[in-house]
């Protein structure tokens, strides 16, 4: 082989070298340093952005404090039960639906439905069989409506006859689920947290 193919295939093999020297120069060094600072850029915008959320809330504190303190007093917290635990709150929802329904004049059957926790409030419930006359399901429907307590009709199946004469009054069959909802002394309004 010549002196000449020689200091070719060193050139080649010389720059070969320093592009692979390169190459692990920027994949061990650089690109990590890289990386760390656009990390390290990322992080500084969300610890930025969640200092000017704190500021902005730290500048509202007072009307939070107003805030927070006209719905502890609103009138509306006594729509709702309340009870150290949901069977008593339960007890007293099915005493409120059977004074409700009191002028159906038949045998009423009632079961308590498993309280279920939404956050700060419990649902109850009772389910309710019973047969009566359309219109005092309709004025059963506008009491359960107008009562100081919060309730709704979950669900309400009315099975009535297939024949019925003009100008009669029928009886129907009516099930139903009332729901309410509840506050334990812990989370009633005003109650130390």
Do not use: C
């Not at 000017?52 to 009307?63: F, K, P, T, V």
């Not at 309709?138 to 307590?149: C, F, V």
């Not at 003009?166 to 309410?180: F, I, K, L, R």
């Amino acid at each position: 082989m010549s002196q000449e193919i020689r200091g070719k295939v060193r050139r080649w093999l010389a720059v070969g070298l320093l592009g692979l020297l390169l190459v692990t120069v920027w994949a061990g060094i650089i690109e990590p340093v890289v990386d760390y600072l656009d990390t390290a850029t990322l992080a500084r915008g969300i610890a930025l952005r969640a200092l000017e959320r704190d500021r902005a809330l730290l500048q509202q504190a007072d009307a939070i404090k107003e805030a927070r303190k006209s719905v502890d007093q609103s009138p509306r917290w006594r729509n709702f039960y309340e009870g150290p635990k949901a069977e008593s709150a339960t007890l007293q929802l099915e005493a409120d639906v059977r004074a409700i329904l009191r002028d159906s004049n038949s045998a009423t059957s009632m079961v308590a439905a498993p309280a279920i926790s939404h956050g700060p409030v419990i649902r109850i419930a009772v389910r309710v069989n019973l047969t009566m006359r359309v219109d005092q399901l309709a004025e059963a429907l506008d009491r359960i409506q107008k009562n100081t307590r919060l309730l709704r009709i979950e669900s309400l199946t009315v099975q009535a006859p297939e024949v019925q004469a003009a100008q009669t009054n029928p009886p129907v069959t009516v099930q139903m689920e009332v729901s309410a909802l509840m506050l334990t002394a812990a989370d009633q309004p005003g109650a130390s947290t």
